[in-house]
């Protein structure tokens, strides 16, 4: 079946969460947002580009900071209301720096830095 | 710093994303959302409970089919506004008896199933 970035599900805002997983590690680096077009342009460039919330405008990962995302594969879930990107991650993930931006456990109740 | 369920950044319907990753093999399993009680719940019994958005009502995963998903550790991001789950899942995560939700793949511009 050939797929099209227009038959996922996106919300009410025309949006879709990518999950992106560093491929051969597995480690979890960062969930953003795609609309249909940034779906689209990821697949051709075999670069990820998300669609940026805050600024409202296509956010093609690393062009500023260098760290690039290279797409290896894109992933649907059952619903197709949700894409896991694997990747190669050049770098920080995290515009803090660290390579996941998951590095804040709760453990017994605290906040724990686990970056 | 104390972990308050009520200081994440919910979106305007209440809810969060909540990536479930393998905790052992970093499989990433589905996403679904949470509400902060949600969120306290899980913490509170150590077993993940969703909001179910198209059944209006919480979704202690497992109860019905039995595939519970024991909470080893939860996370949050850098923006406050995701959560990622580390789990033990029972048997498959997915509501079609697949392991992972994400089990399409898309290559050469068509859908792959790689469940």
């Known amino acids: 079946m050939r797929f099209d970035p227009a038959a996922l599900r996106f919300d009410d805002r025309g949006l879709i969460p990518a999950v992106a997983q560093q491929h051969d ?30 600024r409202q405008a ?4 690393g062009d500023t900071s260098g ?22 991650q050049t770098g920080p993930a995290c515009h803090t720096g660290r390579r996941s931006c998951f590095f804040t456990a709760v453990r017994d109740g605290a906040e724990a830095d686990v970056g």
Request: with cysteine; proline share 0%; net charge neutral.
């Open 25 to 54: 590690t597995g480690e979890v680096l960062m969930l953003a947002w795609m609309n249909a077009e940034a779906v689209a342009r990821t697949l051709a460039e075999g670069r990820v580009v998300y669609w940026s919330r805050s």
């Open 58 to 61: 296509f956010w093609r990962k």
């Open 67 to 88: 760290h690039v995302q290279r797409l290896v594969e894109m992933r649907l879930d059952c619903d197709r209301d949700c894409l896991l990107l694997l990747v190669d």
